[in-house]
């Protein structure tokens, strides 16, 4: 029996937009599940897990699909949904961008026995920006051979298969998410100083806190239960982060929660119209010099979202992948954020293991805080976390 062992690490805006809701929205659940399982600070690369999703899902048929259709909210029609995808990605990793370097990729690795179908593979690497690599699984040298591949391709990050990955399985399918973005108005590191915070639990720590006054997009939103701000990347603000404050005695699960009825778009015309109303005011902004990073196993918030029969040998179809019996043996995932007074590094790989992440100092006590890390003309979280 083969295994498969998946580890993650439209021709208008309008229709892009529009498509791009189908991510976002994945996005929100896959870090509300993951939060909810782990119940502390969790920071995932969401586009990239249900880039690598939805590529799987052509491979699947009967159960096995239609659970992975239902909960990655995929469309019926393959060749439309490939092509607005392949649109989206092109607005959201190409093109001319100033000040931000961000990629996504995925990749393919199979053993020179396996069977997989060429109309499978010629699909991944058309649509799905995916490179293939027919390799012997058996050889010693196989797992460094990937890892240079990985390095060539999406440098810095390094390292993330071992020998044991290569074992008892003819197909490892990768992901790896970058981001790089310089802050349009970037913290003076003078002004960083010491701060006591506390979490919600009322756990106290210290932390390097940035200060700037700066004209950033700032507004209360009742409906969310928080303050926002926009703080954008590069010259033209195609990318951001988008922080969202807890008001006071309401915990950062509380204001997740209202994404069920308040969207990104929602946010950004509520930001827009403070702008139009008021114009641009010159704020505080305060916000910590952090590192974070997460290590995860995917299986139970992949779970909770209603894929079940991929994980179970006896159950798992991919007959449109492959004549033999494969099935998603583990999904691993690594994601790191570095927000410093000049701007964030962010980056994911399934699997987990990622040698350039193994020395990081990470920031221990965080106060209450949600970030995204989005495009913003679609409105397409790239990353998010809860802390």
């Not at 092509?83 to 931000?100: A, C, E, P, R």
């Not at 006896?314 to 927000?339: C, G, P, Q, W």
Request: neutral net charge.
């Amino acid at each position: 029996m083969w295994i498969i062992f998946l580890i993650l690490s439209v021709t208008s805006c309008h229709a892009a937009t529009e498509f791009s809701s189908r991510p976002t929205n994945v996005s929100l659940l896959l870090i509300h599940f993951t939060y909810q399982e782990l119940n502390r600070s969790t920071f995932l690369g969401p586009f990239g897990l249900w880039s690598l999703m939805a590529g799987l899902s052509f491979g699947a048929h009967g159960d096995t699909y239609k659970e992975i259709f239902r909960s990655c909210l995929l469309l019926t029609d393959m060749t439309k949904f490939n092509t607005q995808y392949k649109n989206l990605t092109d607005i959201l990793f190409k093109g001319d961008m100033t000040g931000v370097r961000v990629s996504n990729r995925n990749y393919l690795f199979l053993d020179k026995d396996s069977l997989v179908l060429s109309q499978y593979k010629d699909m991944l690497e058309i649509y799905y920006d995916t490179k293939t690599y027919v390799m012997d699984f058996q050889d010693q040298n196989t797992a460094a051979l990937a890892n240079k591949v990985i390095e060539t391709f999406s440098p810095p990050v390094t390292n993330i298969f071992t020998s044991s990955d290569f074992k008892e399985t003819a197909i490892i399918m990768s992901n790896v998410l970058f981001f790089k973005g310089e802050w349009s108005l970037p913290f003076n590191s003078s002004n960083t100083r010491i701060e006591e915070v506390r979490t919600f639990q009322g756990v106290r720590g210290v932390v390097n806190m940035m200060y700037m006054r700066g004209r950033v997009p700032y507004s209360h939103m009742e409906s969310m239960k928080a303050s926002v701000m926009e703080l954008s990347y590069g010259k033209d603000g195609k990318y951001c982060m988008l922080l969202l404050f807890p008001d006071p005695n309401v915990s950062v699960t509380e204001v997740f929660r209202n994404f069920e009825r308040v969207t990104f778009r929602n946010i950004f015309a509520k930001l827009q119209s403070d702008v139009e109303e008021a114009g641009l005011k010159e704020v505080e902004v305060k916000l910590p010099r952090f590192i974070k990073q997460s290590r995860l196993q995917l299986q139970k918030p992949l779970n909770d979202m209603g894929i079940y029969d991929a994980f179970e040998p006896k159950y798992a179809r991919f007959y449109k992948m492959s004549r033999d019996l494969i099935y998603i043996e583990t999904i691993e995932h690594n994601a790191v954020i570095i927000v410093t007074e000049s701007g964030t590094v962010a980056y994911a790989t399934t699997p987990g293991l990622n040698e350039a992440s193994s020395n990081l100092k990470e920031t221990t006590t965080m106060s209450p805080l949600i970030l995204f890390i989005m495009e913003k003309p679609t409105a397409t979280v790239l990353f998010g976390g809860i802390f």
